[in-house]
């Protein structure tokens, strides 16, 4: 147990864990949520000299946008009022993002464009919901970009209990999380007020891997960096990653070199599909 910090302080509290936590658990030593809820800077710097892993939840950065898209129109048509963002939900994009997409490409007015590019790409904090903007490129400033030589973990949401275990296993646990083992919690998507929509044309998702392509090159540094994934599993979570963008995995080996974002949002294939957007 730790005792005491950098600057001589009792944190004996911070360590304090019930006889069945799990190793996973007992490592963890702070939690930073979207801009750093309910830590000043002093507390946020004392994590960030105190520990030398950053573990991150992570999951495919278009799904990730769907689910950020269908939560905070929820808020909206649940009356939230400090959620409220009617030109977004209500006047540009009130039908799904795969129908926000496809109205940037040909319909939408030049404000709602502006609003839309700059939501769904993480360029503004308020206009759409925050966790547009508290994004993966958000939470690697945050972290890796200031201390550049700590190690990086992943816990995937796609393989979530599959990470925690193994991670659990690596740190001396058992792996057995007993009755929660398997479990998985969402934020009520299933009672949403409208309906949760998953649905995104091909064409609307190479639209978005276009748009957000920063995104696309922060969420693959997380996973390249992974010391939790061997090199298969990395492998698979990337050539996922390029299939939803057709770009063909068997072309491109995302280990080695990485495939690089910058380069794709300047080919052809991005000039076309942001066109109106970008006019």
């Not at 730790?2 to 302080?9: D, H, I, K, M």
Request: with cysteine.
């Amino acid at each position: 147990m730790v005792n005491n910090s950098l600057v001589g302080e009792d944190t004996s509290s911070c360590y304090s864990h019930s006889p069945l936590a799990s190793q996973l658990e007992r490592h963890t030593l702070g939690y930073y949520h979207m801009w750093g809820f309910g830590l000043d800077e002093k507390e946020r710097m004392w994590l960030l000299n105190n520990t030398n892993v950053f573990l991150f939840t992570v999951r495919e950065p278009i799904d990730r946008l769907i689910s950020a898209y269908n939560f905070h129109r929820n808020l909206f048509y649940a009356g939230d009022t400090a959620n409220q963002y009617p030109l977004f939900y209500k006047e540009c994009f009130p039908h799904g993002l795969d129908a926000t997409v496809t109205a940037l490409r040909y319909d939408a007015s030049k404000a709602c464009i502006k609003l839309g590019v700059e939501v769904l790409s993480g360029e503004k904090f308020h206009g759409g919901g925050r966790h547009f903007k508290l994004n993966y490129e958000h939470y690697r400033r945050k972290t890796i970009d200031i201390k550049p030589n700590y190690g990086v973990a992943v816990i995937r949401t796609e393989q979530l209990w599959e990470d925690v275990i193994h991670l659990d296993r690596v740190l001396g646990g058992t792996g057995d999380f007993g009755k929660s083992n398997g479990v998985k919690n969402n934020h009520g998507s299933d009672r949403y007020n409208v309906p949760y929509s998953a649905d995104l044309s091909a064409s609307n998702a190479i639209f978005l891997c276009c748009l957000i392509f920063k995104e696309m090159e922060a969420y693959q540094q997380l996973i390249l960096r992974a010391v939790n994934l061997d090199d298969t599993q990395k492998r698979e979570t990337l050539n996922h990653l390029l299939l939803r963008c057709q770009i063909k995995a068997s072309e491109h080996d995302p280990l080695n070199p990485p495939f690089q974002w910058q380069l794709f949002r300047q080919g052809q294939t991005c000039i076309s599909a942001l066109e109106r957007v970008m006019t």
